[in-house]
């Protein structure tokens, strides 16, 4: 008796902890910013392909698996288990059996073979496509043979099978909110209705969607996690302008915002501000590309004179004033497969001149520099390389173009040099995958570079036996690809959220810094939307 | 009267048929597509769906067959449907329409509300302090970006007094109308403050103000019966005329403001290059800007009785 009046008291003092607990950071409205580029067009995750719709459905969907921000990597979200064939080719997952849709339906296996199918299907045109395309059987989907991908069973209503093509390690594809796990009912004969007022298993529901100003979600009492999400309101505010964002930021208005490079020492300086801000290096590599088919860039000396004959240091002190990571190769800091033993190209003048001259480019050359406007790597960067590169005789011509044309005449090939920001994650081996020599220009290997010792170290990795062995080969394929400079190798993203004293949960999320999950995020009662 | 404005509305057809091509000739002749854009420009683009939305969008079609459907929709009311949004131009310019006409025309109230007694005053008070003072603003006004403007309203008015939020539609609530509508106006208001005083010390100089001096009547009914009546007129046209521009200018601050209308909506898709919105954004701007001409004409008989269609 005394046993039980004990556990009582236990059980009733626990429940008080977290009660109190949960009050003190339960509740309130969080008011964020999506940042990029104007109006989201459509919250139909598997249709869109733009980060800014991506930043607002990730909350509202649930993927099989998420990416967790603090062990940088994908892990289970939508099952409990998974269990890997030695082969690594089949999947076996124990999918969760309390998770529900928010219109009240419980998800189930046939929800994410239906949800992968119709990714799959030509007519959805997704970009999440590419993602699932390693599931055996996924092909013939795509190309219109057939209506079902062969390589997902269902075992039961909780058990789902799924077979791959080459061992890969499925999560980072399928961590992807645009490969989110939606129900069949909510789109079937209303998909139009769907990317407006979509529904999902994820933490927050859609509430409303004011054109070109805000959308507001709200928690969903039904989601998977018992007492999550903590906070009641979620509101994006789209805020391309940064100027505009820091007045509300400063105001209050936001919760949290994404820090620009004229903004960050500033911030910094801003004793009310500096303590309150997260870094993470995105995996997004700054770089500017060669185009082989230019002559003297079809010499690798040429290419690793321009790497040593510009000091990257100083620009990124200077002229983005810190808010950037020296790159040391193409994969950056944040990625698995970082190599901390590679040092990036020094800057060495004398170094550059020697191999300019073994080149027989002595005398230098012109070449033109495709570039956009943004200030962290457009056509300001290539003006600072001007008094650089003219010490190694070389002559850079900016040409500012706007990203639509710039993309085009990469796809096409008709440039010498490009300015850009590629994608340098998460996957490291999908990554590097875009360099191999098979792939066209229009899929992104847009220097057209090519060397068949790099494809064999990709090969090796997509067929190593373990983990380890993958990742060496991976390093290895990221040294080829650093040695042969196709790029002046300039920077990693630091990207950068400034959030206000109340708010507690937000995570270098290296993938993208905006793609905050708001699960585990609470504001206390300081904050005035409390 | 009708029957004039009759005419005038059937000369809208032909100017927005060869707007019509310019414009689509134009927006379809610039480098890069929609299907290019639909993605991250970081990521490696997917070829297979970058076809696939060519094909599906028919941007994949010779020029003059896609201007063809264009115009056979434009006939039946028909803008066309958004390539990237996936719904029809109609009903996402139908969404922006009335925000980017209430910002319009709050400014277009502020303006006249400020630049018209301003400019008469200055005109009435001709080299007195105020007179002075009001063209120095009138100046200044003119030549603000409004950009910059937008954000030092923001500053005082968010950050330092707390007053107003800093942006957003909220709801279409009042307070959040204030500063974009400030923003939008200044500029115009100082506009129609100097085509006033001008147009004022016009009419001054003219035989039939001194002749109503001369039969006697208070410099209240010579101002308001002899002055005003005939100074809107060329101040209307002035108004009609920079209306459009205003309707132009609600692209930067809307962008500013997050402000849901047209003007952020057209820029969008310009830079996504979504062809079918720009052109719909676009057309219902000039509609708009007909419109609002061909009322300004109308009114002119309403002010100047000598005027007759």
Redesign the interface.
């Known amino acids: 008796m005394k046993n039980i009046g004990t556990l009582l008291l236990a059980a009733v003092t626990a429940l008080l902890v977290t009660a109190g607990g949960a009050s003190a950071s339960s509740g309130g409205t969080f008011v964020f910013c999506a940042p990029y580029?104007?109006?989201l067009?459509?919250l139909d995750m598997h249709?869109t392909?733009?980060?800014q719709d991506y930043i607002v459905g990730l909350n509202i969907n649930r993927s099989l698996y998420k990416w967790d921000a603090d062990q940088s990597k994908p892990v289970l979200a939508l099952a409990t288990d998974v269990k890997i064939s030695a082969d690594r080719k089949v999947y076996t997952f124990s999918l969760r059996n309390n998770v529900k849709f928010h219109n009240g339906r419980t998800m189930t296996a046939d929800d994410v073979i239906w949800s992968y199918n119709r990714i799959a299907q030509?007519?959805t045109?997704?970009?999440a496509?590419?993602y699932i395309a390693n599931i055996e059987g996924a092909d013939a989907v795509?190309t219109g043979k057939t209506k079902t991908i062969s390589g997902l069973k269902k075992i039961d209503d909780f058990t789902l099978e799924m077979t791959l093509k080459h061992p890969v390690d499925i999560g980072y594809a399928l961590c992807k909110v645009e490969a989110a796990i939606v129900p069949r009912e909510a789109i079937e004969g209303r998909?139009?209705e769907f990317?407006?007022n979509p529904v999902g298993c994820g933490p927050f529901k859609f509430v409303k969607w004011?054109?070109?100003?805000?959308v507001i979600l709200e928690k969903f009492d039904g989601y998977f996690e018992a007492g999550k999400p903590y906070i009641d309101k979620l509101v994006y505010?789209?805020?391309?302008?940064g100027?505009?964002r820091d007045?509300?930021f400063?105001?209050g208005?936001l919760d949290a915002n994404i820090v620009g490079a004229s903004q960050y020492p500033i911030y910094l300086r801003d004793p009310q501000i500096k303590d309150n801000m997260i870094e993470v290096a995105e995996m997004?590599t700054r770089l500017i590309g060669f185009n082989s088919e230019f002559k003297p860039f079809a010499d690798l000396r040429v290419r690793k004179a321009i790497n040593h004959a510009i000091n990257a240091e100083l620009i990124i002190r200077k002229l983005l004033k810190n808010k950037a990571v020296l790159a040391t190769g193409f994969l950056p800091t944040s990625s698995p497969a970082y190599d901390t033993a590679m040092k990036g190209y020094e800057y060495n003048l004398t170094k550059a001149k020697a191999l300019m001259k073994e080149a027989g480019y002595a005398d230098g050359f012109t070449f033109e520099c495709i570039a956009t406007a943004n200030k962290s790597w457009g056509v300001g960067i290539v003006e600072a390389l001007i008094p650089f590169l003219k010490r190694i005789n070389i002559t850079i011509k900016p040409q500012q173009?706007?990203?639509?044309?710039?993309?085009?005449?990469c796809?096409t090939g008709k440039f010498d040099a490009f300015i850009?920001?590629?994608?340098s994650g998460p996957d490291p081996l999908e990554t590097l995958n875009?360099y191999r020599s098979t792939?066209?220009r229009?899929?992104?290997?847009y220097t057209a570079y090519a060397n068949p010792k790099y494809d064999k170290a990709l090969d090796m990795a997509a067929t190593a036996k373990t983990p380890a062995e993958k990742l060496e080969w991976v390093k290895k394929a990221n040294r080829i690809l650093f040695e042969d400079a196709p790029f002046w190798f300039f920077n990693y993203n630091k990207a950068i959220i400034a959030y206000q004293p109340w708010v507690k949960g937000i995570k270098p999320v290296a993938i993208e810094m905006m793609l905050q999950d708001f699960t585990n995020v609470t504001i206390d009662d300081s904050s005035p939307r409390k | 009267m009708r029957a004039y404005a009759f005419r005038r509305i059937l000369q809208f057809i032909p100017t927005i048929l060869i707007i019509s091509v310019i414009m689509f000739v134009l927006l379809n002749l610039?480098?890069?597509?929609a299907a290019?854009?639909?993605?991250?420009?970081?990521?490696?683009?997917?070829?297979?769906?970058?076809e696939?939305?060519k094909k599906?969008w028919g941007i994949d079609k010779p020029i003059h067959t896609r201007y063809f459907i264009y115009l056979k929709g434009l006939v039946q009311g028909d803008l066309g449907t958004s390539f990237?949004?996936?719904?029809p131009v109609n009903k996402?310019v139908g969404?922006?329409i009335w925000?980017t006409l209430r910002l319009s025309f709050a400014a277009l109230f502020i303006s006249v509300a400020i630049g018209i007694p301003l400019g008469f005053i200055s005109a009435l008070k001709r080299g007195s302090l105020i007179d002075t003072a009001s063209m120095v603003a009138a100046v200044s006004g003119v030549s603000l970006p409004q950009f910059w403007l937008g954000?030092l309203m923001?500053?005082l008015f968010?950050?330092v007094l707390?007053w107003l939020?800093?942006?957003?539609?909220g709801?279409g609530n009042f307070v959040n109308l204030i500063m974009p509508a400030f923003t939008l106006g200044i500029g115009y208001t100082a506009l129609l403050a100097r085509a006033t005083r001008a147009a004022v010390l016009e009419v001054l100089h003219k035989d039939y103000i001194r002749t109503a001096r001369a039969k006697g009547l208070s410099e209240i009914m010579v101002n308001w019966r002899h002055v005003m009546r005939n100074t809107m007129v060329l101040v209307l046209t002035t108004a009609g005329l920079q209306f459009g521009a205003l309707i132009g200018q609600t692209v930067i601050v809307?962008?500013?403001?997050?402000?849901?209308?047209l003007g952020?909506?057209l820029?969008?898709s310009i830079?996504?290059?979504d062809i079918p919105v720009t052109q719909g954004c676009i057309l219902v701007m000039i509609l708009v800007f007909l419109i609002v001409n061909l009322v300004v004409d109308l009114l002119y008989s309403v002010v100047d009785p000598r005027i007759e269609y």
């Open positions: 580029g104007g109006d067009f459509s249709k392909s733009r980060t030509p007519e045109s997704s970009s496509a590419s795509m998909e139009a990317s407006i004011v054109r070109g100003s805000e505010k789209i805020m391309p302008e100027a505009a007045i509300a400063r105001s208005e997004y173009l706007e990203g639509a044309a710039l993309g085009e005449r796809r850009w920001s590629n994608e875009r792939t066209p229009s899929a992104g290997n | 610039l480098p890069g597509n290019l854009m639909a993605g991250d420009q970081r990521k490696a683009p997917d070829p297979r769906v970058v696939q939305l599906e990237l949004r996936r719904e996402l969404e922006r925000p954000l923001m500053y968010s950050v707390g939020p800093s942006s957003g539609y709801n809307e962008k500013l403001f997050s402000w849901p209308g952020s909506l820029v969008d830079f996504q290059r």
